[in-house]
DNA sequence: AATATAATCTAATGGCATTAGATAATGAGA
DNA sequence: TCTCATTATCTAATGCCATTAGATTATATT
């Protein structure tokens, strides 16, 4: 009957990225995801196994493109600068892409080594930011883990309390780093 | 044709609160709950409206006992003691009841004022916990998303990579209110 | 033009939330 | 103890969603 409507796995994901940022990665159907395609929901099987499919290749495109801007964040800079750069650059992407950035904090299973591994090569990048503080490689995890847990706490507040003041979520932000600095400068003592 | 099953809102309430902490509160439905029950999916509407609305009621709980639990948590200390009380109570819950945390992490709607004023009981109890600190109420305000950010992050992650090392998440967290304390000991210059 | 291939469709299944309305169990008053 | 109102529970039905099977149509190849 109708024409054919060219798709391809790679339109599919895009559109289905769009309406993820637009209406929220949970609100994302393939119902939804057919009609913004002007095709019958089958029709996408032929692109993707299922919805939970759908979601893992959202979550590793999520994961890539953080590791590409995570990356050309910290380029040439080191210290205070690589650190602020860094959480920046993952607060900008959380902003622009909330469907996508949601994705990528899905858990993979556990015998799924290829997201585990693009999990792992975002946290290596982020490694690197650390590099001028002088941490051996347990310290570095540590770092990345804290600061992972500054953003991604600050951010999903940010949408849970929404307004209150005006500039909280930023000053928040801006604290939460120095705190992460002063942390790295006076270094515990181990035991 | 059956005997009554002597249900209750409490009641059903307790087993959605049970079941969610169980499976996850995603997991947790309509037909799950019945079941759980031994009742019919329907008879669950003489009981609470939708599934939305036991979301919500989960939430109201789960910010309850969040409340009371911290400020168990808190009496009689203050200080650097009042904070960890503070910290180790709320990681506690979250592991103890997974799906009540999760579910107290939903943002309510703007207009719904019982909700939001749970939310706010939380907010003011764990203001107390920083009393010793000597800040103004903004700044107050600002410790508070700070040590929030810091453990939903921590706790969220946890969740996500798991393992990995075994005492990981156990440090971060300890090395995450380190962080606070420095902050909040070397108060930053405000403009 | 004929045919193979691939993209899309229709039809059907089963699960879920929800509503409407029927039925049966309980408790209160005669 | 009987009657009746109340209310807890049920059955039936609707509509949405994901998914599968298999038919059909559009394009590419010869």
């Known amino acids: 009957m109708s024409q054919r409507a060219g798709l391809s796995r790679e339109k599919v994901l895009q559109i289905a990225s769009d309406l993820s940022d637009q209406h929220g990665l949970h609100n994302l159907s393939m119902s939804l995801l057919a009609a913004q395609l002007q095709v019958r929901t089958p029709t996408l099987y032929h692109y993707i196994d299922s919805l939970a499919a759908l979601r893992r290749a959202l979550a590793l495109r999520a994961l890539d493109l953080i590791g590409e801007q995570l990356g050309q964040a910290i380029m040439g800079k080191s210290g205070r600068e690589a650190l602020h750069g860094l959480a920046y650059a993952l607060r900008d992407f959380a902003q622009a892409h909330p469907g ?92």
């Open 100 to 191: 996508l950035y949601e994705a990528a904090q899905a858990a993979p299973a556990s015998h799924d080594q290829e997201w585990r591994a693009s999990g792992r090569r975002v946290v290596d990048i982020m490694r690197r930011a650390f590099d001028a503080y002088q941490l051996d490689e347990e310290q570095s995890r540590q770092a990345v883990r804290m600061l992972r847990s500054m953003l991604h706490g600050c951010i999903a507040l940010e949408r849970l309390d929404g307004f209150g003041v005006p500039h909280a979520a930023e000053d928040t932000f801006q604290a939460l780093l120095l705190a992460l600095e002063l942390y790295l400068t006076q270094r515990p003592p181990r035991d």
